[in-house]
């Protein structure tokens, strides 16, 4: 059997720098998979934060009132503004969009002018609907407003156990006497549910302003 040193070494070598280009390959590959389990490590909180997001606007909360969550599964489809405007009978512009004394504001107001002087309150059927003016005409559902007229009921008027506001006249709006109450069920409201200014809600994009 012939044996030549010289193709040995050359045998050798080669086989050494296949070993070294594998293990400079590899040395490439590792960044690149470290980067890609960092990001699939960053997405998940990510994701599961959005998750959370969505849970917290369209699932019952533990802290939210229960009232919250009835007025939203009662009122979901005026998402689209157009439904109350064109339901039998209608939600009619009842105001601009209102803007707080100090910071946040109300919304534009579409009321049901019948609900108002029927002396009844019921938390499937506000009195009116509130929306957040946006860009080009646009409406974002925001919340909505339980109203009734002094003359209707008796003094102290509550609905679900909450206490309703006493609007006495003249006032901006127009009206007799009322008792009122706001529940933002569609815009968290920093102040509470029930407070009358949300200063989530502005009115800088209202046309003409």
């Not at 609905?159 to 127009?174: D, F, I, K, T």
Request: hydrophobic share 40%; net charge negative.
């Amino acid at each position: 059997m012939n044996f030549s040193l010289s193709n040995s070494i050359r045998g050798a070598g080669s086989a050494t720098l296949a070993v070294n280009n594998a293990g400079k390959s590899a040395r490439r590959s590792q960044p690149m998979k470290t980067a890609a389990w960092l990001a699939f490590s960053l997405a998940l909180p990510v994701a599961a934060f959005a998750a959370e997001q969505v849970s917290l606007l369209t699932g019952p909360r533990p802290n939210r009132s229960p009232l919250v969550d009835k007025v939203r599964a009662a009122t979901e489809r005026y998402q689209d503004i157009n439904v109350a405007l064109h339901e039998d009978p209608p939600f009619v512009f009842g105001t601009p969009c209102v803007t707080g004394p100090n910071e946040g504001a109300m919304g534009v107001h579409l009321v049901r002018p019948d609900r108002i002087f029927d002396g009844v309150l019921n938390a499937e059927e506000p009195e009116a609907l509130i929306y957040e003016p946006g860009d080009g005409g646009t409406y974002r559902f925001v919340g909505v407003e339980f109203i009734a007229a002094a003359s209707t009921v008796a003094p102290g008027p509550s609905l679900e156990g909450h206490l309703l506001n006493y609007v006495g006249e003249p006032n901006r709006y127009g009206l007799p006497a009322f008792f009122e109450l706001h529940v933002w069920a569609w815009e968290d409201n920093p102040k509470g549910n029930f407070v009358d200014w949300n200063t989530n809600v502005s009115c800088n994009r209202q046309a003409g302003t």
